[in-house]
């Protein structure tokens, strides 16, 4: 029994101390190893989130990719010639320039046309879109889109393989080991770990339940997450960080107390009271410090800054909190950001525009485009198409840099701001002149616009899908008028779906009978006789009801529809002539656009006509605007030249306002001059409007050409015209477009008279 104090409080205190330390170690073993997982933990489904929007940006790589080779002129005509070997140098090309392990090329029907892989039809399923297929073994990241001139002829689908190269390139961006496998066969696709722990994971995959195990062996905390392949596979995608790396810097903490706890009992007999205080404190601190970090907690953690090696064990703690919370920092923002601008990306745009709406904010979204961007990307190539990103990015962020900004995607950038756009003018006049001037490329300038789209909230939208749709029909709508902004006005975006709606049900209607020809007849001006007619368009669809030429025929320009339009035209009038009860001389106009007229598919139609009805030419008079002449003059000349010889007439419609100017109506090769409606519908009380048609009707005589009228809606005009030699009149007065049975019966009925 010890009887001496001094001795009893040495060994008290050598206890007390030793079992502090002991105590503490333990503590803080455990905490930073809780601390260390549930870190390990987050990280990981932070990890799982990068690798999820590395691949959707691998889908829209892909896609765009997909969508040039798709665009390109040259493929599609290989395509739809049955150039095999063009297409096959073509797909080789593409797939060299962008890197893709895996191209097929499939008739409408699911033929193979071409094909790196044999893949079967359940795979691409003839349908667009992106998708995981396992092929050989092998996994592949693929996009199928279709061919169209404008119809379809083909789907592509273009693929790029995920293997262990992939892997290990993910790995440095996702901070985490990631490995794949396939559920069926129980078969590592790809991973970035080492060769021999591949190995390991391989059999541990074919006994039951033996994940778990496997990773507790590995010292790996690791994720599991599931990707749906085609054939109803699925994909099993394991993310893994060592916990070894993770508590690294505790091992070397724990060496360092063990050291210092040495030193403690060693000498705690002399110093009983300081060393009590100056082991109990620190020691304290550094638990509270590590419970800290095991709830998440990366503030300041108070402690003390000492010249021992408490404090050094102090500031390698703080070292070890910070590196932690760094690499959080580091795999939040790849997650929530732009690699390439450094703007926060979509998902995070959504969720701070989101925030803003629930918190009852009002303000205004603007989507920023870069006009014909992809034609500057793929004429001077990706890198400088990069830059041109980085500087609009730069721009935006100098335009303001207390306002929220994003990009959305590809050349799509937003910002919001804030508060009622009252002074917009000042605003777009700002805005404009931070962005619209040329961006600096080594010593080179190029120039670029914008268009942008402008939507209110929450007037004109409550909720991120809204406004973003509605920013992005007002963008769109700003290119349409070739303006630099366009702000959404109500109802916008259901013109932009009625659009949308009239394009997709166009190409139906012109193959199930919901087109109608009708006939407006032209009136011989002195005799009153019906000598030919106009043929005009109408629509009437079974799911959108009549719908108007003013609407249909602009799209189908837009869209390249018209040509198929013009086909159906020139058919059904062929049909109609053929059994018309027509006098001598009778001629159908058909109306001809800008695309019509420089359009071979026209020509090839004329031509499978005149087979059947050689004398097509003596009854078909070929009308086109100004504005289809004035847009290319000289190849539209060439080919008006080329209809005269084939023996067509050729009329000038709406004469009067286009951009013709004499010089070109001295050249063109026509037969026909119409004036517009507008100069004769007030032409008996307008004195200017008669100025106008008299010297025009001179002015065609002279040249040898015919004058129609169109317009006409009173006796009064027609006796005017009639006065002025005016050779053909056409209008409402005479009678509105009707069907073939209705005018087949008037000719017959003028005959008989």
């Known amino acids: 029994m010890i009887r001496r104090f001094r001795t009893r409080l040495v060994v008290i205190l050598l206890l007390l101390v030793s079992g502090a330390i002991a105590l503490s170690l333990t503590a803080m073993g455990f905490s930073v190893k809780q601390q260390a997982e549930r870190s390990i933990a987050q990280q990981l489904n932070v990890s799982e989130r990068v690798f999820r929007e590395l691949l959707n940006s691998r889908s829209e790589l892909l896609l765009q990719a997909a969508q040039v080779l798709t665009d390109d002129f040259g493929f599609k005509r290989a395509v739809a010639s049955g150039d095999k070997d063009t297409i096959v140098s073509v797909l080789v090309n593409h797939g060299e320039r962008i890197n893709t392990e895996l191209m097929v090329l499939r008739t409408p029907t699911g033929e193979e046309i071409a094909a790196t892989h044999p893949i079967g039809d359940e795979i691409t399923n003839n349908s667009s879109g992106q998708q995981l297929a396992i092929v050989d073994g092998e996994l592949f990241q693929l996009i199928t889109v279709p061919v169209k001139a404008p119809q379809l002829i083909a789907w592509a689908t273009l693929g790029f393989q995920i293997d262990s190269q992939l892997a290990t390139e993910l790995q440095n961006l996702a901070n985490a080991d990631i490995t794949l496998w396939n559920e069926s066969s129980k078969k590592l696709i790809a991973s970035s770990l080492e060769p021999g722990v591949q190995v390991n994971l391989q059999s541990a995959l074919k006994r039951q339940s033996a994940l778990p195990n496997w990773l507790e062996q590995q010292a790996l905390v690791g994720k599991e997450a599931l990707l749906d392949a085609s054939q109803g596979e699925q994909v099993h995608v394991l993310l893994s960080s060592s916990l070894e790396e993770a ?412 951009y013709s100017s004499l010089e070109q109506m001295r050249r063109l090769p026509v037969t026909e001059l119409k004036i517009d409606r507008a100069f004769v519908q007030y032409l008996v009380s307008s004195p200017v409007d008669q100025s106008i048609v008299r010297s025009t009707i001179q002015l065609a005589h002279e040249l040898g050409l015919r004058v129609v009228a169109e317009g006409v809606e009173d006796t009064e005009s027609w006796e005017w015209l009639k006065k002025q030699k005016c050779d053909v009149l056409q209008g409402f007065y005479f009678s509105k477009p009707i069907s073939f049975n209705d005018f087949n019966n008037r000719l017959q009925g003028e005959s008989c008279d």
């Open 247 to 658: 508590m690294a810097d505790f091992h070397r903490v724990q060496l360092q107390m063990l050291l210092i706890g040495g030193l403690a009992v060693l000498i705690a007999g002399g110093v009983a009271l300081l060393m009590a205080r100056s082991v109990s404190r620190p020691l304290s601190r550094l638990t509270e410090a590590a419970k800290q970090l095991q709830k998440g907690d990366y503030g300041d953690l108070n402690l003390e800054k000492r010249a021992d090696e408490f404090g050094e064990l102090a500031i390698t703690f703080e070292s070890m909190k910070g590196a932690v919370s760094e690499r959080e920092r580091r795999i939040s923002f790849q997650a929530t950001h732009d690699q390439l601008t450094r703007l926060p990306n979509r998902t995070q745009f959504a969720a701070d525009l989101e925030g803003l709406l629930k918190a009852g904010s009002v303000g205004t979204l603007l989507l920023v485009n870069i006009r014909k961007f992809r034609t500057l990307n793929d004429t001077l190539g990706q890198e400088v198409g990069d830059l041109v990103l980085k500087q609009v990015a730069q721009r935006i962020i100098d335009f303001d840099e207390q306002c929220l900004s994003a990009r959305i995607g590809g050349d799509e950038f937003a910002l919001v701001f804030e508060q009622e756009l009252s002074e917009k003018h000042k605003l777009i006049q700002k805005l404009y002149s931070f962005l619209e001037k040329p961006v600096k490329v080594g010593e080179s300038d190029y120039p670029v616009s914008f268009n942008v789209g402008a939507v209110e909230f929450p007037r004109q939208g409550k909720a991120f899908d809204t406004l973003l749709r509605r920013a992005q029909v007002s963008a769109q709508e700003a290119k349409r008028q070739h303006d630099f902004v366009f702000f959404y006005t109500e109802g916008l975006d259901e013109q932009h779906l009625r659009k949308l709606d009239i394009l997709e049900h166009l190409d139906y209607a012109a193959e199930n009978d919901e087109l109608t020809l009708l006939l407006q007849p032209k009136i011989e001006t002195q005799s009153g006789k019906t000598i030919g007619a106009e043929a005009l368009l109408r629509w009437n669809s079974e799911k959108l009801g009549f719908v108007g030429p003013d609407e249909f025929i602009p799209l189908a320009e837009q869209s390249g529809l018209i040509k198929k339009l013009t086909q159906w035209v020139f058919r059904q009038s062929a049909d109609y002539l053929r059994h018309l009860n027509a006098p001598d001389g009778f001629s159908l106009s058909i109306n001809l656009s800008a695309i019509d007229l420089l359009s071979d598919e026209i020509l090839s139609v004329i031509a499978e006509l005149e087979e059947d009805m050689p004398a097509l030419n003596r009854h078909l008079v070929l009308e086109v605007t100004e504005s289809a002449i004035v847009s290319d003059p000289d190849a539209a000349i060439e080919r008006l030249n080329w209809l005269r010889e084939k023996g067509y007439q050729v009329s000038i419609d709406d004469y009067g306002t286009g």
